[in-house]
C-alpha cells in the first residue's frame, strides 16, 4: 500500500498548526522586532481556557454547542494574557536594549508554565479534552480523523481573515506602516502603540485557536504543550521568513511536511538506518532551517520587506 | 520615573517566574514526626516523579512507602528507632534525581532510599549512593543492566554497585514473558516494535524482540519515538502499512497513551502491547477508553489484589485515606520499604542496640528475606528480587484486568 498521501496529509495537518501558531511570532516580530518565547506558553493558556469553558458548561452539551464558545474562551483568556503582557512586561522595555525583552519573554514563558502547573487543577499531569464524536473520513487513500477537521477548515479561515485584515482595514495598514517605519508611522497620524497591543492580540488569538485544534487533535492538553509547539512554530516563522505572515503559513506546512516524511523515509535510504524514526524528525527539521538560510537568509517568503506586517 | 516603576514590576514578573519554578522543587517534607520519647530518627529517603506526566505512579510509590513506614513506628518494629519519610521529586529527570541523591547523602540520618521509578534515573543516581555507601531500593526499575551491567545480554553478567537492591523483577524476563504471551496465547505473528530511546523502553523492547523473533514471529517494522512530542501521526500510518497484527510499545503511559490511540484512529487493526509503565489507567484515559480496548501490557509481580499477603496492605491503605491509588508499584514500594526497615532492624541488633553505619545497613539488606505485600522478599548476588512473577493484564470494559501469572520459563 502506498502510504505518501497519507503522509503528505499528516504532514500538512501538523504544519497547519504550526503555521497558526507562527503568525503571533512573525507578526509581533515584523512590528517590534521582539521575539516573543511567551508565544508558545500564550498557545497553551488557550488550550487551557478552551478547557476551562468545557468543564463549566453543564454534563451533555453537544460539542457542536460547546465548540464555538470554546474557541471564545481560548481567545479570550490567550489575548487577555498577551495584551497584558505587552502592556506591563514588554512596553515598559521598548527602546531599551533589545536583551532585555527577550529576557522577560523567556521569564515570562517559564511562569505562566509553572502558573499553570501550580494552581489549575489537576494539571500536573495531562487533561484530557474533548473530543468531536463520529468516525474518520475515508478519501480513497487517505484518511482524516474528525478531530483534524476542525484544524482543516479553521487553519484557512483565519489565514483569509488575516490576509483581509492587513491588506484592507486601514488599522491593517496601520500595521504595515509601522511595520516599515514606526516614527514616520507615528508622525502620518498612527496610534502604534495600538498597533502593537492589535498585533499581539491577533498572534495570540491564532494561537488560541491552534490550541483548540491541538486539543481535538490529540485528545489532551497540559501545561508543557506550549514549549516544542512554540519553538516548532518559531522555526517555522524563520523558514517562511520573519516577519512574512504569508511566509508563517507556508514555513509551517513546510516544516511539517519535512518532519512527517523524514519519519517516515529516511531510515529507508540505505545507510541511514541509524538516523531515521520519529525520534530524529526534529534533527531534520532544524537540518532544513539551516539550508534554507545558508541558501537565502531571508527566509522561504522574506525578500519584500515592504510587505512585512 | 514612570518607565523606570514599570521597569521594576517587569524585573519583579521575572523574578516571580524563577520563583515559581524553584516551588516546583520545593521539598516535601510530609512523613512521619519526628520521634519524641527519647528514640533515636532514622530517615528513610524517597525519590519518585511526584509531579508531571508520571506522578500518578509516583505518589502511589510515595504513599505506600508512607504507610510503611508509620506501619513500623505504630508497632515500634525497631527498638529505639523511629522512622520518618523524607520524599523528593524528580519529575523524573535524571539531572533532578542525582540533585536528590546528593542531597540524601549529605543528610546523615538517611539509612536507606527508596525508588525511583525510571530506570534512566536510577542510572544516575546509583553511583552516588555507591560511594557513600547508602543502600537503594527501587520498587520499579526494570532494565537488566542496573543490576547486571552493560553487558548482561551476551551473558557478561557484572554487579556494579553493590548498594543497588530492586524489588520488581527485570526486563530481562518481562520483555521474553510478553513476547510468549503474544505469540502463543494471542496468536500474533507480525509485530511493529516501537520504543522511546530511553534506558527502560528500549532495552524492554529490545529483550521482547528477541524472543519474539526466536519464536517464529516477524518484526514488519521498528520505530523510535520523541515521547516529548504527541504527534505519531507519522508513525501511526507506517503501522497501518505495515500489516503487522500486533504493536510492541517499549516506553511509558505519557506518550503511550495518544501514541495507541493515533495508531487505532489511523485504521491499524492491531492490538497495542507493552510493559508495566503502560500498566495504569492513566494509559486507558490518554488512550480513550473504547481505542484501548484489547490492549496488553505486562507487570511485575502477581495482581496484588488476588495475593493473601497484601490484604493487611489494602486495608491499611484504605484506613490511611490517601487522596491517589497505590498503583502499579505501591506494593513493590512497601516492600522496598519494608526491606530498609528490615536491614536496619538486622543492623541495629548486630551492632549492640545502637545505630550502624551505612555501610553496615548494605550488608544486612544482601541477608533480608521476609514476606511481603508481594510474595516473599529477597535478592540474589546482582541484588535483583528473587520474586521472578510476572502477570499479562488486558484492557477489558475500559480497565486493566488481569488475565494470566507465571513465571518465565526461558
Same mark, same amino acid.
Given at each position: ?309 | ?73 505504630? #508497632? ?141 514471529? #516477524? ?192
Amino acid at each position: 500500500m502506498n502510504e505518501l498521501p497519507q503522509q503528505l496529509v499528516n504532514g500538512l495537518l501538523l504544519g497547519s498548526m504550526y503555521g497558526l501558531v507562527a503568525v503571533g511570532y512573525t507578526m509581533v516580530y515584523g512590528i517590534v522586532q521582539l521575539i516573543n518565547f511567551a508565544h508558545g506558553e500564550i498557545f497553551m493558556t488557550g488550550g487551557f481556557g478552551a478547557l476551562t469553558v468545557w468543564l463549566i458548561l453543564p454534563g451533555g452539551t453537544s460539542l457542536w454547542v460547546a465548540l464555538p464558545l470554546m474557541i471564545i474562551g481560548a481567545v479570550l483568556v490567550a489575548t487577555t494574557i498577551a495584551v497584558g503582557a505587552e502592556r506591563f512586561a514588554y512596553r515598559p522595555l521598548r527602546g531599551g536594549p533589545r536583551l532585555a525583552p527577550l529576557i522577560t519573554a523567556i521569564g515570562l514563558s517559564l511562569a505562566l508554565q509553572q502558573a499553570v502547573w501550580a494552581w489549575y487543577p489537576e494539571a500536573k499531569s495531562a487533561r484530557t479534552f474533548p473530543q468531536i464524536p463520529g468516525g474518520p473520513i475515508e478519501l480513497g487513500p487517505v484518511t482524516i480523523q474528525t478531530g483534524d477537521v476542525f484544524l482543516l477548515i479553521a487553519a484557512p479561515i483565519c489565514m483569509g481573515f488575516l490576509a483581509f485584515f492587513v491588506m484592507r482595514t486601514r488599522t491593517g495598514r496601520g500595521m504595515q506602516a509601522t511595520a516599515q517605519d514606526p516614527d514616520t508611522a507615528k508622525l502620518m497620524g498612527v496610534n502604534t502603540d495600538r498597533i502593537i497591543t492589535i498585533a499581539f492580540a491577533l498572534g495570540a488569538a491564532f494561537a488560541a485557536v491552534g490550541a483548540v485544534a491541538y486539543g481535538l487533535k490529540y485528545g489532551v492538553v497540559d501545561y508543557k504543550m506550549g514549549f516544542l509547539l512554540g519553538l516548532k512554530a518559531f522555526t517555522a516563522a524563520v523558514l517562511g521568513g520573519i516577519g512574512n505572515i504569508y511566509g508563517a503559513m507556508i514555513g509551517g506546512v513546510v516544516l511539517g511536511i519535512a518532519e512527517t516524511l523524514a519519519t517516515a523515509y529516511i531510515a529507508h535510504i540505505p545507510g541511514m538506518q541509524q538516523l531515521g524514526g520519529q525520534s530524529w524528525a526534529d534533527v531534520w527539521a532544524f537540518v532544513l532551517l539551516i539550508v534554507v538560510l545558508l541558501a537565502r537568509p531571508q527566509g522561504l517568503l522574506g525578500e519584500r520587506v515592504a510587505d512585512r506586517a | 520615573m514612570r518607565n523606570r516603576s514599570l521597569l521594576i514590576l517587569t524585573t519583579a514578573v521575572t523574578a516571580g517566574a524563577l520563583t515559581l519554578t524553584a516551588c516546583g522543587s520545593r521539598d516535601d517534607k510530609g512523613g512521619a514526626e519526628n520521634g519524641d520519647n527519647g528514640n533515636v530518627t532514622v530517615t528513610i529517603g524517597l525519590d519518585a516523579p511526584l509531579t508531571g506526566e508520571l506522578s500518578a505512579l509516583g505518589l502511589g510509590i510515595k504513599n505506600s512507602a508512607d504507610l510503611a513506614v508509620k506501619t513500623a513506628n505504630k #508497632k515500634a518494629y525497631v527498638k529505639g528507632v523511629t522512622f520518618k519519610l523524607e520524599s523528593l521529586d524528580d519529575q523524573a529527570q535524571p539531572s533532578s534525581g542525582q540533585q536528590n541523591a546528593t542531597k540524601f547523602v549529605a543528610d546523615k540520618s538517611v539509612l536507606g532510599v527508596v525508588g525511583p521509578l525510571n530506570s534512566g534515573v536510577a542510572e544516575s543516581m546509583q553511583k552516588v549512593f555507591d560511594d557513600a555507601k547508602l543502600v537503594q531500593v527501587s520498587p520499579a526499575n526494570t532494565n537488566p543492566a542496573l543490576s547486571q551491567g552493560p553487558n548482561w545480554a551476551s551473558g557478561d553478567k557484572k554487579r556494579g554497585y553493590k548498594s543497588y537492591f530492586r524489588t520488581a523483577t527485570t526486563d530481562a524476563i518481562q520483555g521474553p514473558f510478553a513476547a510468549q504471551y503474544v505469540f502463543k496465547d494471542a496468536k500474533k505473528t507480525k509485530a511493529f516494535i516501537i520504543d522511546d530511546k530511553k534506558t527502560y523502553g528500549a532495552g524492554l523492547a529490545g529483550t521482547f524482540k528477541g524472543e519474539f523473533e526466536k519464536l517464529g514471529g #516477524k518484526v514488519v517494522g521498528t520505530q523510535h519515538i520523541n515521547p516529548d512530542t504527541k504527534d505519531f501521526s507519522a508513525v501511526a500510518t507506517q503501522v497501518k502499512s505495515s500489516g503487522a497484527d500486533v504493536v510492541y510499545y517499549g516506553g511509558e503511559y505519557p506518550a503511550g497513551g495518544p501514541l495507541a490511540k493515533q495508531i487505532k484512529a489511523a485504521g491499524a487493526k492491531v492490538t497495542v502491547v507493552g510493559g508495566d509503565a503502560i500498566f495504569s489507567p492513566e494509559y486507558v484515559k490518554l488512550a480513550s477508553p473504547a481505542s484501548a480496548e484489547g490492549d496488553f501490557a505486562t507487570s511485575v509481580g502477581a495482581p496484588i489484589e488476588s495475593l493473601a499477603s497484601a490484604k493487611e496492605f489494602l486495608a491499611n491503605y484504605k484506613a490511611e485515606n490517601y487522596k491517589e491509588a497505590y498503583e502499579a508499584y505501591g506494593g513493590y514500594a512497601y516492600d522496598s520499604t519494608w526491606a530498609i526497615i528490615e536491614a536496619v532492624k538486622k543492623a541495629v541488633e548486630g551492632n549492640g542496640g545502637k545505630l550502624p553505619e551505612r555501610a553496615k545497613v548494605v550488608e544486612a539488606m544482601q541477608g533480608v528475606s521476609f514476606e511481603g505485600v508481594t510474595g516473599s522478599v529477597a535478592f540474589d548476588e546482582f541484588g535483583d528480587t528473587t520474586n521472578k512473577q510476572l502477570t499479562v493484564y488486558k484492557v477489558t470494559g475500559g480497565a486493566f484486568k488481569p488475565v494470566k501469572s507465571g513465571t518465565f520459563g526461558g
